[in-house]
């Protein structure tokens, strides 16, 4: 936020202007399928649009736009009666407890969260471990149960060791799964359980030992993102100015989203959205503009929730004006 200051940027500066919408999803129409089957309760449609995508980071997004729907909990109970030996029904209920349990904590600071509310969110991540573990067990093959047992690990303040074990389970079924990696990021920042020494280790590592083309090159500017939050105002500009965090972004950008190998699939346009962020944050304003376009207007709500945690639009329509676009 620093960087809007010196630009003389405020959130009012844009009242009474248009403001893009931020996009809930990828685009992909099968997202909205799923997630409107599972609004009407209709199981066996959510089964259909899940069995036809393969197992791992082609079926995060649809599993998690099921666990974000309201009332999953209470329809998938019979379900899970009338299939108890199948793992699909186990891992819809292990993820939407995840997201239930969010729900009962809500996004407020841990000081601001009762301990009623912390006891709720705790046992729904329980049980949601309990489904996973049993989807694990029966599908050793499979990355989205251990790639929930990620989530609910750092919500319920899994040691670090376990953690990584965690993690290691889920690369070890998708190498270059990016919200593994995402997930092993925060555990690593300084704000959790970690420092920036090795959360910038673990995003260079990460993005530079997958091949060229893949979207883990994003892990070094969420790396540089969340030093910049971690700082008081003077500091965090000064950080972020600094000659070698415009080399480091430029380099990962070349081996991930510039690279011709690179996919606009998946978590594509969050990618962009979050160079767009750290290039404007180093004031690189050709290279944010590079970015701005490729996304078109569409906002994610990561990063741009870290700016303006109501309405991340506007701080990506804030950032965007430096660049011309």
């Given at each position: 936020?620093?960087?809007?200051?010196?630009?003389?940027?405020?959130?009012?500066?844009?009242?009474?202007r248009p403001v893009p919408?931020?996009?809930q999803d990828s685009g992909?129409?099968?997202?909205?399928?799923?997630?409107?089957?599972?609004?009407?309760a209709d199981w066996p449609a959510v089964k259909a649009v899940l069995e036809a995508r393969a197992e791992s980071e082609d079926r995060t997004e649809l599993l998690w736009a099921v666990g974000d729907t309201s009332g999953v909990e209470e329809w998938i109970t019979p379900v899970l009666e009338a299939e108890p030996e199948a793992p699909l029904p186990r891992l819809v209920a292990g993820i939407r407890h995840i997201c239930w349990g969010w729900e009962a904590r809500t996004g407020a600071r841990a000081q601001d969260v009762s301990r009623e509310q912390f006891e709720v969110f705790h046992a729904r991540l329980r049980?949601?471990?309990?489904?996973?573990?049993?989807?694990?067990e029966q599908q050793p093959g499979w990355t989205s149960p251990w790639y929930g047992l990620q989530i609910t690990g750092r919500g319920l303040q899994i040691d670090a060791g376990t953690a990584r074990r965690r993690f290691a389970a889920t690369v070890r079924r998708d190498p270059y799964h990016l919200g593994a990696h995402q997930q092993q990021l925060q555990q690593v920042c300084e704000k959790w359980s970690g420092s920036h020494e090795e959360m910038h280790a673990f995003a260079h590592e990460s993005a530079f030992g997958a091949p060229a083309g893949t979207a883990l090159g994003q892990l070094v500017?969420?790396?540089?993102?969340?030093?910049w939050l971690a700082l008081d105002r003077g500091?965090?500009?000064r950080y972020m100015r600094r000659p070698e965090v415009a080399r480091s972004l430029q380099q990962a950008a070349d081996h991930?989203?510039?690279h011709p190998d690179f996919e606009r699939r998946g978590n594509w346009l969050q990618v962009y959205n979050t160079f767009a962020m750290a290039f404007s944050l180093v004031g690189?304003?050709?290279?944010?503009?590079?970015?701005?376009r490729a996304t078109q207007g569409r906002v994610t709500e990561f990063p741009w929730y870290y700016v303006d945690a109501a309405e991340p639009a506007k701080a990506y329509k804030q950032f965007r004006s430096v660049t011309g676009r």
């Open positions: 936020m620093a960087l809007l200051r010196d630009w003389g940027l405020t959130l009012g500066t844009w009242v009474g919408k931020v996009q992909d129409p099968d997202v909205r399928r799923v997630r409107e089957a599972a609004a009407a049980a949601a471990e309990t489904w996973l573990y049993e989807v694990a500017a969420v790396a540089h993102v969340e030093h500091p965090d500009t991930s989203y510039r690189d304003v050709a290279s944010a503009r590079e970015c701005f």
